[in-house]
């Protein structure tokens, strides 16, 4: 998944990718955990005239600290399963951060 080499490196022209299976009308917002080799997300936005899809790109930002004119959906428009696109990150720093800010369970 994504454009890396060796150790998580990024190619210089290329940004990395991520894909992510997402509900909308969710409760909230949220990184719920892994989904086969990538990322569940719920949003809060309806799945009608991309507002689900703006709302993941901002959450995914969000999660990564970066500004949403960094990340951009690549795949997946009017799909349930995308990939997002992240300027400047590895692939590494995206799953790193991902999972630190995933919905934790409480019991």
């Known amino acids: 998944m994504g454009y890396t080499g060796a150790a998580g490196r990024r190619s210089p022209d290329r ?8 509900s909308p009308g969710a409760a909230r917002s949220e990184i719920v955990g892994r989904h086969g080799d990538g990322w569940k997300a719920r949003v809060a936005a309806p799945a009608e005239r991309g507002r ?3 709302a993941l ?12 004119a960094r990340v951009r959906l690549a795949s997946g428009g009017a799909s349930r399963d995308k990939v997002i696109e992240v300027d400047g ?3 590494d ?12 369970e409480t019991t």
């Open 15 to 22: 940004p990395a990718r991520v894909s992510l299976r997402v």
């Open 52 to 54: 689900a899809n703006q």
């Open 57 to 68: 790109v901002e959450l995914v930002a969000a999660t990564l600290g970066l500004p949403a």
């Open 89 to 91: 990150m590895t692939n």
């Open 93 to 104: 720093e995206i799953e790193r951060l991902l999972a630190a800010g995933q919905r934790r």
